[in-house]
């Protein structure tokens, strides 16, 4: 009988225990920002929960104005939920990058046209999956 009973209540405190080292339940999350068609290199992208509330997630784009989002070190995405998101420009200190030859950090070559202090709000949503979701700022 104590048996039983002993194994009645560890069995449900190792499913708990199981069941919260999962974490959110996550999308992948990328896509493009662009200005007026055109992309916009080295936008920073923040997505921040509103329902349910919690931890961001962020990533800067490339050159080409494509960002995959960041979640933790080890999770891609952004939990499945709805945010507020924040499109701006990086400024130059953001953008430094480890100069391969030297190991300092410098600022890399700003494209042609960048265009600074931009910035733009927009609401989303992230469902389970892949997730595809371009920003287009616009020039005010």
């Known amino acids: 009988m104590k048996r039983v009973f002993t194994t009645a209540l560890i069995l449900p405190l190792g499913v708990a225990i199981t069941g919260c080292s999962r974490g959110p339940e996550m999308g992948v999350v990328h896509g493009k920002v662009t200005l007026n068609g055109e992309p916009v290199p080295f936008a920073y992208v923040h997505f921040q929960p509103t329902s349910p509330p919690g931890t961001y997630s962020g990533s800067y784009a490339n050159e080409a104005g494509e960002y995959k989002l960041i979640y933790t070190k080890d999770l891609k995405g952004a939990p499945v939920g709805k945010y507020e998101v924040t499109v701006r420009t990086a400024n130059k200190e953001e953008l430094q990058v480890e100069d391969k030859t030297t190991g300092k950090l410098v600022t890399p070559t700003l494209p042609k046209g960048y ?15 892949d997730n595809s979701l371009d920003f287009e700022i616009a020039r005010k």
Not at 115 to 129: I, P, Q, S
């Open 115 to 129: 265009k600074a202090n931009l910035e733009a709000n927009f609401e989303r949503e992230v469902a389970k999956g």
